[in-house]
């Protein structure tokens, strides 16, 4: 069964931007989109192990700071003829603002 994991407030992440934060003993990087929306991905790329959080975000797209390879948040699908993917995992938000993230036990 998964494990529904407490990660932060989205208060700790500006709009457009991504973090990284713990999680069930992994690193999760999340992103607080310009719209509102939290989405939660593997917190590196397959590529190069470049770090996702710090890559760019518009709409539900990250793209990775190091090679430009860019991924789908709500699928985790490589873009733009990428054959690789990302984990990625169900985020939501709680009335108190706290991200809440569904982890794989």
Not at 74 to 79: E, S
Not at 84 to 103: F, Q, R
């Amino acid at each position: 069964m998964p494990d529904r994991v407490f990660v932060g407030k989205l208060t700790q992440i500006p709009k457009g931007e991504g973090r990284v934060f713990a999680a069930a003993g992994r690193q999760v990087a999340v992103f607080h989109t310009h719209s509102g929306e939290v989405f939660a991905a593997q917190a590196t790329c397959p590529h190069r192990q470049g770090p996702l959080a710090d890559g760019l975000t518009g709409g539900t797209t990250i793209v990775c700071p190091l090679h430009d390879r860019a991924y789908d948040l709500r699928t985790g699908l490589g873009l733009n003829g990428e054959s690789t993917s990302i984990e990625v995992y169900p985020a939501s938000l709680d009335a108190s603002g706290k991200i809440w993230l569904t982890l794989p036990s």
